[in-house]
């Protein structure tokens, strides 16, 4: 499945943002969608994953200020971004992986957001 995630830009700490991710089929096709994160000089991780029925997983550092949701009928899975930390400063890529017709895990090209201190 094509990935294409949109919505980074630089903002302010405190600020929020929200990033889409359009696949380029039905995500329902998927057993798990996700954003993930990749600091400057880090390893990918994980920020949050919605899986096929909805039940939804943060990494302890975006919990309860992140929030993932979907929109079956646009295909697209967002993360809705509050008050933003420096820390939150990465390129973030949407994930989806599943076993449809054939295993897959696919990655979108990546959406930098800035956070400003």
């Known amino acids: 499945v094509q990935l294409v995630e949109s919505g980074g830009g630089l903002v302010q700490a405190g600020g929020s943002l929200r990033l889409s991710c359009v696949a380029s089929?039905?995500?329902?096709?998927?057993?798990?969608m996700g954003w993930y994160i990749q600091a400057p000089g880090k390893e990918r991780a994980l920020v949050a994953t919605i899986d096929r029925t909805g039940r939804e997983n943060y990494g302890d550092s975006v919990k309860g200020r992140f929030t993932i949701s979907r929109d079956v009928s646009k295909n697209t899975v967002y993360l809705q971004m509050r008050s933003l930390k420096p820390e939150d400063t990465g390129v973030y890529y949407c994930?989806?992986?599943?076993?449809?017709?054939?295993?897959?895990?696919?990655w979108g090209q990546g959406t930098q957001v800035t956070v400003s201190s």
């Open positions: 089929r039905s995500i329902q096709d998927s057993e798990s």
């Open positions: 994930n989806a992986w599943g076993a449809k017709p054939q295993y897959f895990n696919d």
